[in-house]
């Protein structure tokens, strides 16, 4: 009988551990977290964070859920795109929108949409929101990527798409993975093509939310 | 075999609950770039050709994850702390990690599987078995890889998405993907010999987890939205198309329009 000697076979509980160990190395090593070179956008970045520190400190606050929806609507308001988001949530029926009532449409767009995110946003309220990057894609908008912060609860990624005519103005927000203006999108377009492609069907259904 | 049969079948259905669940997951964005697949239509709005049928079904799942799931789901929720919640999820994703492992590697993301390995190595060590995310706070973000986006990053096509009562939003693709996958859980072969409610002991508690993780989130979607259904099928395809494409979805936004 012979024995062969192997100079990694491990001996022993340390030589076992030393083994584990290494491998913990190698494939430490062997992880490398991928960076992304970006042009960063430094007034979308401010942005962000100061509509965000706004809408925190709403969500933070004690007083009640109709004042807090108030301030929210508010912050919406003055601080998104709502007429690049009305268009994009009628979808393929945007040209069923007559010029006439654009701007009835918007202004009823805007109280459903902000009462609808204020409702998602009580969901996610964290406690302090960090900037990751920025990029500007153009035709699809400025890309801001932050995580908001939760005491003992991991941070949620926050992805916001903003458009730049003269200032900056959100046009959608990404939460975690889902992306809040198609959503919107299904909605809207879902009540038109239900009533034969008529957006008056959506124009009730704003007025009577 | 019929008993070992059922098993497996359920486990699947259960992980493509989970997938369901994962609709508000945390998937980490930063992660490697892998080219834009085809996943059929973004939203979902093309991909239910099956739609009538569906909410039928969608129907009979509602009433009754309204009286059974969320209550259920509530009460775990009511009962044990954040931080017990936290344990048990991760602790099943920690022990999922082959899946993702094999499926790295299927989909040649070499380094994406080094670090499913790193996080399960340190993970099931220096964090007492998978219970602390201790990987995560070393930097290493969790990612999930299923056969179901192995096969989109092959090329395959959705096909028609579904809806199954309990078992939630899925695609043909999808579900057939999650039976592979269970052939690849531990649980399945941990549990393989053990009586049938033992071994749904595991798919059970996940189907609690996740839908304990979505109690809010769901409450909300289900108060504000007009069409229920059309939005869990739109959060549905935007959460898959942002896993298939490991969070680099940005590409396929559409432009902003102009007014």
Redesign the interface.
Known sequence: MTSTVNAFAPRGGLARISLSVF??MI??A?????V?AQAREPGAEAFVKRVSAQLIAIMQSNEPKAVKKRKFAAVFSANA?V??IG??ALGKF?RKLPASRRGEYFSLMKRYIS??FS??M??ISGNRVEI?GSEN?G???T?V?SKLHFP??????I?W?L?KRGGYKV?DVR?????LG??Q???F???VADNGGDVNALLK?LRD? | MWRKLQIVLFAGLVSAVLMAGG???????????TPATETGS??G?DSDPLEPVNRVLFAIHDGVDIVALRPVAYIYNRAFP??VR?GVSNFLSNLASPITFVNDILQGE??RA??T??RF??NTTVGFGGVGDAA?MM??APHYEDFGQTMAVWGIGTGPYLFVPIIGPTTLRHAVGRVVDTALSPWTWLLYNEPTYIALIPAGVTLLSARSENL??LD?LR?????YY??I???YF??RN??INN?NT?ED?????D?
């Open positions: 491998c913990l494939v430490l062997m992880s490398t977290a991928p992304r795109d007429r690049a268009l994009f945007r009462a609808t409702t998602h009580g969901a990751l894609r035709k699809k908008g890309i990527s003992g609860r991991e941070p949620a990624p992805t798409r458009t046009f939460i975690f993975s889902i992306w198609p959503e999108r299904t909605v377009t879902g009540i259904f939310a | 609709l508000f997951a945390t998937t980490h964005p930063a992660a490697a770039q973004l939203y709005e954040q931080f936290n070499i380094d080094g670090t390995l790193v190595l340190i995560a930097g290493h809010e989130a909300n108060e504000t939205s007009p069409d059309a939005s099928r739109n959060l935007q959460n942002y896993e969070g940005l936004l559409e432009d902003i329009p007014y």
